[in-house]
């Protein structure tokens, strides 16, 4: 047997909903994407199928030109954030609530470890796909686990989530991000042509929602098949779709 591995355009992350505490929840939010670490996630409880989302929200597959190591752990620098976060509002203890359906609890729980280390209590709220979706577009959950599977091969795609004019229920800004800059930018990719230019904002685009951190990008899916030696023409393709019009058996 023959096993192929390659990107497949979805990735999964977790939310905030930012819609009243953009700038005032900045440094937990930024301390909480410090805290974990993406690569040993991936290792002990996806065995490595997939890729650490350390780039951005643009999956492997549609981030080149523009990727760089913008997700790393550095518990030191998450502690320095939450201390300076407890002491601007005044207090001690740190608890959150994040909404998942059942699928996803490992993840969760590996997470919620994590945040240990920078006193954090993380609750996990387990419910139904069909609640946590209604939930992700009235903007009821303060934090909840989402993924983002590519619609069409373009980054914009992806950073449409973060567009103030889609916010929720209009569009799937589901965090009720809002930034003047980012709005402006991400209008400049609708109508640019040139690719060097389109990276280089794609690469500022990620740069500000890494500055405020709306999101806590986790990994990059991938396709994995698996064949038989004697089958050609069965590729991977980054929408993992199964196109059987040039396999033949040898």
């Known amino acids: 047997y023959l096993l192929s591995k390659s990107p497949y355009l979805n990735t999964e992350y977790i939310g905030f909903n930012t819609k009243n505490s953009l700038e005032k929840d ?3 939010r930024k301390a909480i994407n ?3 670490d993406r690569k040993k996630m991936m290792k002990y409880l996806r065995k490595n199928i997939g890729y650490p989302a350390t780039s951005g929200i643009v999956p492997n597959g549609l981030n080149y030109g523009f990727e760089g190591v913008r997700y790393i752990k ?3 620098k998450a502690k320095t954030l939450i201390s300076e976060f407890k002491k601007l509002n005044g207090i001690d203890y740190l608890s959150l609530d994040v909404t998942t359906d059942a699928q996803y609890l490992d993840v969760l729980e590996f997470i919620q470890s994590e945040l240990k280390n920078i006193d954090i209590d993380l609750n996990i709220n387990i419910t139904p796909p069909s609640i946590l979706r209604q939930g ?3 903007g009821k959950f303060e934090l ?3 993924s ?3 619609d069409y091969g373009n980054p914009e795609n992806y950073f449409s989530l973060f567009y103030s004019k889609n916010h929720t229920p209009n569009g799937p800004n589901y965090t009720y991000f809002s930034n003047k800059k980012y709005d402006q930018l991400y209008e400049k990719t609708l109508s640019e042509n040139s690719k060097s230019s389109l990276n280089k904002i794609y690469g500022e685009l990620e740069d500000i ?3 405020y951190a709306p999101v806590i990008p986790l990994y990059y899916d991938m396709s994995v098949r698996m064949q038989q030696k004697n089958i050609k023409g069965l590729n991977n393709n980054p929408f993992n779709v199964l196109d059987l ?3 033949y058996k040898n």
């Open 245 to 247: 019009k040039k396999v």
């Open 136 to 138: 992700k577009a009235t």
């Open 209 to 211: 929602i890494k500055n």
């Open 34 to 36: 410090l805290a974990i």
């Open 144 to 146: 909840f686990r989402a």
């Open 74 to 76: 550095n518990i030191n």
């Open 148 to 150: 983002w599977i590519a």
């Open 26 to 28: 900045i440094l937990l």
